[in-house]
């Protein structure tokens, strides 16, 4: 296309011109849009031999997942890890000029705001009985965009009300203000912060090591996810709290990144103080009765929950009783939580050729019954479980570790139950 | 609990994966209101009734067993002349293979059969029909159970239902059995499934044809059986009573009714920084 700097506006007859190149350059042929739109070099891969195959994304997830898995597992061994169940935790969102930036479509601020309610819906998923706080940096000050609460539709709300970019980031404020949230929470809690940081530098009004050092000492876990560059303060800080330092590459990335703080940390000991939380079970609310609710301040028909302490109605749980503060919850807000105390054990891999077993391996997954040979009978990728030694294939593997929890096989032994 | 929302594919085919509780103890005693043979020819009416609604409707067959669970009929592998026979030779082979795994300890009562188990093989072949593409039939989860909840199944049934909520595949349940099932209620309550303890087990036919035959999409329009107050109470761990208020471990989570220094399944002492302790292998 020609380069509109070196045109002259003349007259008409140029004008026509120009509409008739900007016509052409909307107008992109469709071979024209696979190079500027699509992209469709990036779909290829090399193999071993130098010729170029198109990306098996399949085998490529399952080997990703089976890399994370062998990853973890190493570093946990067999012992079970206590895990910080009842979690406070902030996200900082940096909104100062960098998060303007493009590198990200359509700017780095939209894309953390859509991961990050992804985050709030998965986390209060994942952690019934914990709570979440917002804060942003923005014009070189920290403001606290919502405060503690476990109720994700507020947070959102919240977040997306107020998108705009503008001004330094400031790191200490940012730490300052969290710290002294999070001092008023009670000592059971495991503190928590994941700060989302675009600028590549930060402006402090004081020394920042000193804040840093403030929050070592709360036992407040700070996290970073870096946008754009490795500074050497959030690896600092990162690594004086405990904390995991990484960096996004593209979006995706920054999702798996987010998502990973999603399910409880390991927790370390000394950080928490175990004690006995009193919480309710209420009973719901008997249909047909028109009671006035104690969330909303109006008059409801029906349904909600009845607090067993004051007897206030509430509409939904997990909350807080708003009149006598007594936490309510139900059962399966508790159970919820469960499969992060007892975790289904990794399974192993299955090596392709067990020339003496291999007449015992069987023909199909137990979970799903796919078959575990391909076409040609030849033996494809599956798993195994070391407890009740059924095997599995890798797409059940993935579902099971991710989302169901619970081994089939060794559910389906009587062997393993204990009956109380 | 909000009712299921369908999704974008082939409004009204269905996946019924029928659950079927094949417990000896349970069929043999008097908490049956109906031998298992009739019991099963009812069941086998229905699944050929499902069967007939639509060409493309699938059934899958799974037996709950006291010591194993297993697949017994997938309605895909064609052979319409033959279905009832390969069934029931496969259920038979089943209920012998169970019986040997016998181990010779006593059970009191009736036992309880392995629901944990079907039920976590039932998503994850629901998994595998989610992975084949976008053209595929509802999937829903039918449990025929007569035997009583067992406890130590509790984490394990809790874990299969939050997975059902979130691919959004209902649970329904009909219990043949005398008591209710306080692990099924909750069940379909949380994934938005039926919950029926039939009161004429004689015409069990009539009401699973009425209730659980049909699919998803059109349940909107029929008045089924609507929840009667689930008690999502918990039972506190050292009595097993029902508690309006009690005490979290805010590390395990357990559940007491009164204050203790210590907890009793974790070690933790209340009040004080803990020490380094990785918790022992135990489930509750």
């Known amino acids: 296309m020609s380069n509109n700097g070196k045109r002259k506006p003349m007259n008409g007859e140029d004008d026509d011109d120009e509409e008739d190149d900007e016509e052409n350059e909307r107008d992109l042929e469709a071979w024209e849009k696979a190079y500027a739109d699509e992209r469709s070099w990036e779909s290829l891969q090399e193999d071993e031999s130098g010729l170029l195959r198109p990306i098996d994304n399949q085998a490529l997830h399952h080997a990703q997942y089976r890399r994370r898995l062998r990853s973890l597992s190493s570093a946990s061994a067999t012992s079970r890890i206590q895990k910080g169940l009842i979690r406070y935790l902030y996200l900082v969102l940096d909104l100062s000029r960098a998060a303007g930036e493009m590198d990200l479509r359509p700017s780095r601020m939209v894309v953390v705001a859509k991961q990050v309610e992804a985050f709030i819906r998965e986390f209060f998923d994942q952690n019934p009985l914990s709570q979440i706080g917002l804060v942003a940096i923005k014009d070189g000050v920290a403001q606290c965009l919502t405060d503690l609460g476990g109720s994700p539709e507020s947070h959102i709300k919240a977040l997306m009300g107020k998108l705009g970019c503008s001004g330094e980031a400031s790191l200490q404020n940012a730490l300052e203000l969290v710290h002294e949230q999070l001092d008023q929470i009670p000592s059971y809690g495991h503190r928590e912060v994941i700060i989302l940081y675009s600028a590549l530098s930060t402006c402090d009004p004081g020394d920042v090591m000193e804040t840093i050092q403030k929050c070592k000492k709360s036992k407040i876990r700070c996290s970073v996810i870096g946008l754009s560059a490795e500074l050497y303060i959030c690896k600092y800080l990162c690594q004086e709290t405990g904390g995991l330092y990484s960096v996004a590459l593209d979006e995706a990335h920054l999702k798996d990144l987010i998502l990973e703080h999603a399910p409880p940390p390991p927790a370390i000991a000394e950080f928490a103080i175990a004690n006995l939380i009193k919480m309710g079970f209420p009973q719901r609310a008997a249909e047909g009765v028109i009671s006035i609710c104690s969330c909303h301040k109006e008059a409801k028909f029906g349904g909600g929950y009845i607090c067993p302490r004051c007897k206030a109605r509430v509409c939904e749980l997990p909350t807080e009783c708003s009149i006598c503060g007594l936490t309510l919850v139900s059962s399966p807000h508790l159970a919820r939580s469960y499969h992060h105390l007892f975790p289904v054990t990794p399974f192993d891999d299955v090596a392709p050729m067990l020339l003496p077993n291999q007449h015992r391996r069987p023909k199909s997954c137990f979970g799903c019954q796919q078959s575990l040979l391909n076409p040609g009978n030849m033996p494809i990728r599956c798993v195994t479980c070391p407890k009740c030694k059924q095997f599995f294939c890798l797409d059940c593997d993935i579902y099971i570790h991710e989302s169901l929890h619970n081994c089939p096989g060794c559910e389906s032994l009587k062997d393993s139950k204990s009956v109380d | ?284």
Not at chain 2, 71 to 90: A, H, M, N, P
Not at chain 2, 184 to 202: E, N, R
Not at chain 2, 221 to 232: A, E, R, T, Y
Not at chain 2, 246 to 260: A, Q
């Open chain 2, 1 to 284: 609990m909000t009712p299921v929302s369908s999704k974008q594919y082939a409004d009204d085919v269905s996946l019924l994966m029928v659950l079927i509780d094949t417990n000896p103890l349970f069929w043999s005693s008097t908490a049956a209101p109906l031998p298992f043979s009739k019991f099963l020819s009812q069941v086998l009416s229905f699944l050929n009734s499902i069967l007939l609604l639509n060409q493309l409707n699938q059934v899958m067959v799974i037996a709950t067993g006291l010591n194993s669970c297993d697949y017994i009929y997938d309605s895909s592998l064609g052979l319409t002349t033959q279905r009832v026979e390969t069934l029931l030779q496969k259920l038979e082979e089943f209920v012998i293979k169970d019986e040997e795994l016998n181990k010779d300890d006593s059970v009191d009562g009736i036992g309880s059969s392995l629901l944990s188990g079907s039920l976590s093989m039932a998503l994850c072949y629901i998994q595998r029909v989610f992975r084949s593409g976008s053209l595929h039939p509802q999937p829903r989860i039918l449990c025929m159970h007569g035997s009583q909840d067992g406890p130590g199944q509790y984490v394990a049934i809790m874990n299969s239902i939050f997975s059902a909520q979130r691919s959004m595949v209902p649970i329904d349940s009909c219990v043949i059995g005398s008591q209710h099932s306080a692990f099924l209620q909750q069940a379909s309550y949380i994934t938005g499934g039926v919950y029926l303890k039939p009161q004429q087990p004689d015409g069990l036919f009539q009401y699973l044809t009425t209730v659980f035959a049909t699919d998803l999409h059109s349940r909107s329009f029929l008045q089924l059986p609507k929840p009667v107050g689930v008690d999502f109470r918990a039972s506190c761990f050292c009595h097993k009573n029902t508690i309006d208020m009690g005490y979290i471990c805010s590390v395990c989570l357990s559940i007491f009714c009164k204050h203790h220094k210590k907890c009793s399944t974790c070690g933790s002492a209340f009040g004080q920084p803990q020490t380094n302790v990785s918790t022992s292998n135990q489930k509750t």
